[in-house]
């Protein structure tokens, strides 16, 4: 079958990233399309694969993967269809859902992690929100991240099976995607973070072995991780982290 | 195996809802935990499931599932479990994955509904964040909702095999919710969702079918289906929907 294809926007890592991650730590070839040409051309390749009437199962946005003549939009659901194919999930049901269902709270924290900058609408821009962005982000790094974190630190606590993992004794999808939240909320808030992860050891810790994966370590040193940015959905603005 | 338990909080529809309507459907026996006792009882009941230090898979928040020794979190991955054994999805690996894929974007609409009453801290009350509210609550109607019913009357449009259905020629957990979330809008927004499904008679015209869906049509007419009301996801607040 043809190599996969990630359509998502140019020049951030968004929930792109997270599918990024899954097929570098499988060690798969793909086409990363926002890549290709220029950033406009590329914009137009995602609108294109979008706007598509012969496509009978169009995505609601980007990120989405072709594979053959699939069309796999939603970042857990293109995990969920990544995990079976290359061992990051585990293969028994109760496995896979646990594993799907810990992206999804990721999912959530991410979702939330992006309203505390655009709190009212993603259509405007943050300087069109300002007021609301501070009040959000204030209740979100003082009582949501930590609770995030809390429950994934319960969650490593728990497993029966395997010291410093979130699901068994291997590594899976969410974990590289727990990862990917904890460096943006790192990026995005250095101090609230700080205090959160102090209360999350095992959650530092894991973030840590993630990245020191070869070839997440390799992916990460090279050119084709985009670095955070203020266009993505973890931005540094030093007045949401006072 | 034993029957489902479902845990939720009591006294509104809530993400507990598209679960039931999915139990529903598929006509088993569930345990609804909320609705034994007095509220305050229930309320206890599922804080208990969520801090049992046995429980190695601690789901983040409810709804949440128990069958058997199962447990399991996250509105979607319940509904993908419950649609493999109650043949509320399609057994082809691309035909389950599409069905979760419009759910995955069900629940991003659901989100932004609730955050339109809520676009600061779901720990405040609505009275705190009034302004804020009408803000949000004002681009979502003008934007989001269209966009999203919009989207769905292209995945009506598209779908190669059945007339009037979103996946294939059969009702999917997908479709329970779609009506769901309309049945959600247009008690929350009457006027805007008005509007909106003028543009969308595809997706009105499903809602419809759905409510007559005999399992349905009996469990909407039932004490156990809990009116709309200003505790859930779906709010009426007259201003925000001017």
């Known amino acids: 079958m043809a190599a996969y294809e990630l359509h998502y926007w140019p020049g951030l890592q968004g929930r792109g990233e997270f599918v990024r991650l899954a ?9 990363d399309v926002a890549k290709e040409g220029s950033e406009g051309e590329a914009s137009v390749i995602v609108a294109t694969g979008l706007d598509d009437p012969g496509m009978a199962t169009p995505p609601f946005a980007p990120p989405f993967l072709r594979h053959g003549k699939r069309v796999i939009g939603q970042t857990a ?4 269809y990544l995990g079976d194919r290359h061992g990051l999930a585990p293969k028994s049901e109760t496995g896979r859902l646990w594993t799907h269902q810990l992206q999804l709270t990721i999912a959530d924290a ?3 992690a992006h309203d505390t900058h655009h709190p009212i609408a993603s259509r405007l821009y943050y300087e069109d929100q300002k007021p609301e962005a501070k009040r ?3 209740d979100f790094c003082r009582y949501r991240m930590p609770k995030f974190l809390g429950w994934f630190e319960t969650v490593l606590d728990r497993n029966p099976k395997g010291r410093g993992h979130l699901v068994g004794a291997r590594v899976t999808y969410a974990e590289l995607s727990l990862f990917q939240l904890v460096s943006g909320l790192t990026y995005a808030f250095p101090k609230a973070s700080r205090t959160a ?8 810790a894991l973030t840590k072995a993630v990245a020191a994966r070869p070839r997440i370590a390799a992916y990460l ?3 084709r991780r985009i670095p955070f940015n203020e266009y993505g959905i973890f931005r540094h603005y030093p007045e949401l982290d006072p």
């Open 23 to 31: 097929l570098e730590e499988a060690g798969v070839a793909y086409r």
């Open 77 to 80: 659901a293109i995990l969920l």
């Open 110 to 112: 991410v979702s939330e």
């Open 136 to 138: 959000r982000a204030e």
């Open 197 to 204: 992860l102090r209360k999350a050891p095992k959650v530092a």
């Open 221 to 223: 040193a090279s050119e």
